[in-house]
């Protein structure tokens, strides 16, 4: 077992101009394009009282973004050639904690300031970031390309244009943070409201779902009280507008992803509720502390909306047996094998049986010298660790009934063999696959330790991994002349600890071995998600 890579913790480089990239071995031409990733900034703040801040858990670190671009081979340039720029994202934010001391905005760990006053509390979570200044929220989790409904600075637009012409920033709430797709300068922000008035509520998932064929985007809006209202909302990638698809109270729930099939959309309201129906939040001021302690008694619902032009609203309920989750992997339909006029809908996701997950992710937790001796950071706590799992949901009726329906769960994986920060062709999101490819959380290391490529039909996995490298979320990128599902590369930033800089990975898909890397000059900190853009 090692420690983890601790430059990817604290990282106060910016390359604000692009850089070209030393490659060794051969990128493949069809990565030609632009990969967007999210990263991290530093993690002690000096302030004007002479004071240090300093970030506490993992999900709270100051917010970088990166930006690779892969150029296509030239007569000039026979090899892919790649550029790399990156920038803070949340300069006004730290500013504040320059001038203040304190941060003033909901986190997900952080402790708040005791000196807030219950009015600043409550504008922060009902307002989530009242600020109009785009580097005055720290946004760091998912990016999404022409976000439709929305211009490039995050005011209301009904018709996309061709090529990138936004790049937005998203997390666990209703906040858009919109970027230059070129310089990662904020131009903007946003909320909810700008797509449709009835999204009022302060909390979302930070995975909205894309549909593979039309670019149509669905995601839920979560008004907070004494029960909470989700409303699942559709934006139409032809005409910007927002429709809301259902309207369901339940108690308020920390969800993080959902699911999209063929014909519904799929909320899973796993155990991680809220104490005082989100109402903790405004004596915590983050989300660890705010929810409830976890309940194995308690059933995960599972919410299933017909997403089709009928507009049946919500039509379906189940429950399962308790787990909570960070990230859906994919969801399908199939014939049901109990009655041929209906179909079952097959969803996959990388299951905790608890929330130790969330504390194990303090920073303390993770880098300690000493792990096994902490309940959180101990990597053979097998409690922290995440399983695939998939759960069936069984002939979906036509109606909403009275009573919800069993969820069965068909398999488990062993914990910690991933794979977490998931990924798949997109070719077969919505539809019945064989490959996912993830990072790994086997032990060998306190924090993520490799990448897995999963077989859903063997059952068997093959895996990268070696000393002192630490890989983020891979990528995956389409051969267009494959017909094969895993025909294609995964790209992924590799932070190497020995010799104390990233580059940018990139496996073959079929084998998971090395065919070119493009090293960076200097450190990418450990961020969550990126989106890869192909030239057109």
Same mark, same amino acid.
């Given at each position: 077992?090692?420690?983890p890579?601790?430059?990817?913790?604290?990282v106060?480089?910016?390359?604000?101009?692009?850089?070209?990239?030393?490659?060794?071995?051969?990128?493949?031409p069809?990565?030609?394009?632009?990969?967007?990733?999210?990263?991290?900034?530093?993690?002690? @703040?000096?302030t004007?009282? /002479? *004071?240090?801040?300093?970030? %506490?858990?993992?999900?709270d670190?100051? =917010?970088?973004?990166?930006?690779?671009?892969?150029?296509?081979?030239?007569?000039?340039?026979?090899?892919?050639r790649v550029?790399?720029?990156?920038?803070?994202t949340?300069?006004?934010?730290?500013?504040?904690?320059?001038?203040?001391?304190?941060?003033g905005?909901?986190?997900?760990?952080?402790k708040?300031?005791?000196?807030m006053?219950?009015?600043?509390?409550?504008?922060?979570?009902?307002k989530?970031?009242?600020?109009?200044?785009?580097?005055?929220?720290?946004?760091?989790?998912?990016?999404?390309?022409?976000?439709?409904?929305?211009?490039?600075?995050?005011?209301?637009?009904?018709?996309?244009g061709?090529g990138?012409?936004?790049?937005?920033?998203?997390?666990?709430?209703?906040?858009?943070?919109?970027?230059?797709?070129?310089?990662l300068?904020? @131009?903007?922000?946003?909320? /909810? *409201?700008?797509l449709?008035? %009835?999204l009022k509520?302060?909390?979302? =998932?930070?995975h909205?779902?894309?549909?593979?064929?039309?670019?149509?985007?669905?995601n839920y809006n979560?008004?907070?009280?004494?029960?909470?209202?989700?409303?699942?909302?559709h934006v139409?990638?032809?005409?910007?507008?927002?429709s809301?698809?259902?309207?369901?109270?339940?108690?308020a729930?920390?969800v993080?992803?959902?699911?999209?099939?063929?014909?519904?959309?799929?909320?899973?309201?796993?155990?991680?509720?809220?104490?005082a129906?989100?109402?903790?939040?405004?004596?915590?001021?983050?989300f660890?502390?705010a929810?409830a302690?976890?309940?194995p008694t308690?059933?995960?619902?599972?919410?299933?909306?017909?997403?089709?032009?009928?507009g049946?609203g919500?039509?379906?309920?189940?429950?399962?047996?308790?787990?909570?989750c960070?990230?859906? @992997?994919n969801?399908?339909?199939?014939?049901?094998?109990?009655? %041929?006029?209906?179909?079952?809908i097959? =969803?996959?996701?990388?299951?905790?049986?608890?929330?130790?997950?969330?504390?194990r992710f303090y920073?303390?937790?993770?880098?300690?010298?000493?792990?096994?001796?902490?309940?959180y950071?101990?990597?053979r706590?097998?409690?922290g660790?995440g399983?695939f799992r998939?759960?069936?949901?069984?002939?979906?009726?036509?109606?909403?009934?009275?009573?919800?329906l069993?969820?069965?769960?068909?398999?488990?994986?062993?914990?910690?063999?991933?794979?977490?920060l998931?990924s798949i062709s997109?070719?077969?999101?919505?539809?019945?696959?064989?490959?996912v490819?993830?990072?790994?959380?086997?032990g060998?290391s306190?924090?993520l330790?490799g990448?897995v490529?999963?077989?859903?039909?063997?059952?068997?996995?093959v895996?990268?991994?070696q000393?002192?490298q630490?890989?983020?979320?891979?990528?995956?990128?389409?051969?267009?002349? %494959?017909?094969?599902?895993?025909?294609?590369?995964?790209?992924s930033?590799?932070?190497?600890?020995?010799?104390?800089?990233?580059?940018l990975l990139?496996l073959?898909?079929k084998?998971?071995?090395e065919?070119?890397?493009?090293?960076v000059?200097?450190?990418?900190?450990?961020?969550f998600h990126?989106?890869?853009?192909?030239?057109?």
């Open positions: 077992m090692t420690g890579n601790t430059q990817g913790f604290d106060r480089h910016q390359e604000l101009e692009p850089t070209e990239l030393s490659v060794q071995g051969k990128i493949p069809y990565c030609a394009g632009v990969l967007f990733r999210n990263g991290l900034g530093p993690r002690d @703040i000096q004007d009282k /002479q *004071t240090t801040y300093r970030v %506490s858990h993992w999900f670190y100051f =917010a970088q973004v990166h930006r690779f671009q892969n150029y296509a081979p030239t007569p000039e340039h026979l090899q892919v550029t790399h720029n990156s920038r803070l949340c300069d006004g934010v730290i500013r504040r904690i320059q001038r203040t001391g304190y941060r905005e909901i986190t997900f760990g952080a708040y300031d005791p000196c006053s219950l009015f600043q509390k409550a504008q922060s979570i009902f989530a970031f009242p600020q109009t200044v785009p580097d005055q929220v720290d946004i760091s989790v998912s990016l999404n390309i022409n976000f439709p409904g929305l211009s490039a600075t995050g005011s209301k637009q009904e018709m996309p061709s990138i012409q936004t790049l937005c920033n998203c997390t666990d709430n209703s906040t858009f943070q919109m970027l230059d797709p070129q310089t300068e904020p @131009i903007g922000v946003a909320d /909810q *409201t700008a449709h008035p %009835s509520g302060p909390l979302s =998932a930070a909205c779902k894309t549909d593979p064929v039309t670019g149509d985007v669905y979560l008004d907070l009280g004494v029960t909470g209202t989700y409303r699942v909302f139409s990638r032809a005409t910007g507008k927002t809301i698809l259902a309207t369901f109270s339940h108690a729930v920390y993080h992803s959902l699911f999209l099939t063929e014909h519904y959309v799929v909320l899973c309201l796993w155990n991680a509720r809220f104490r129906g989100g109402m903790s939040l405004l004596w915590t001021h983050n660890v502390d929810l302690e976890y309940d308690q059933h995960s619902t599972w919410f299933v909306v017909d997403r089709t032009s009928g049946r919500l039509i379906a309920r189940y429950e399962s047996d308790p787990f909570f960070f990230h859906t @992997i969801a399908y339909e199939e014939r049901s094998s109990t009655d %041929s006029s209906k179909v079952d097959l =969803a996959d996701i990388c299951a905790y049986d608890n929330l130790d997950v969330l504390k920073i303390e937790n993770i880098m300690s010298d000493s792990a096994t001796d902490l309940h950071g101990n990597p706590n097998y409690r660790r399983a998939r759960f069936r949901l069984p002939a979906i009726p036509e109606v909403l009934g009275s009573k919800a069993p969820a069965e769960l068909i398999f488990s994986m062993g914990k910690g063999l991933g794979p977490e998931p997109p070719r077969v999101r919505g539809r019945k696959y064989r490959y490819y993830g990072v790994t959380d086997s060998k306190v924090f330790d990448l490529k999963h077989d859903m039909i063997t059952q068997t996995s895996y990268w991994s000393q002192g630490t890989a983020s979320e891979p990528i995956f990128v389409a051969d267009p002349e %494959s017909t094969d599902e895993d025909g294609g590369v995964l790209l930033v590799v932070l190497d600890g020995i010799r104390g800089h990233s580059y990139v073959d898909a084998t998971m071995m065919v070119g890397r493009a090293t000059n200097g450190v990418v900190g450990f961020g990126g989106v890869h853009v192909r030239e057109e």
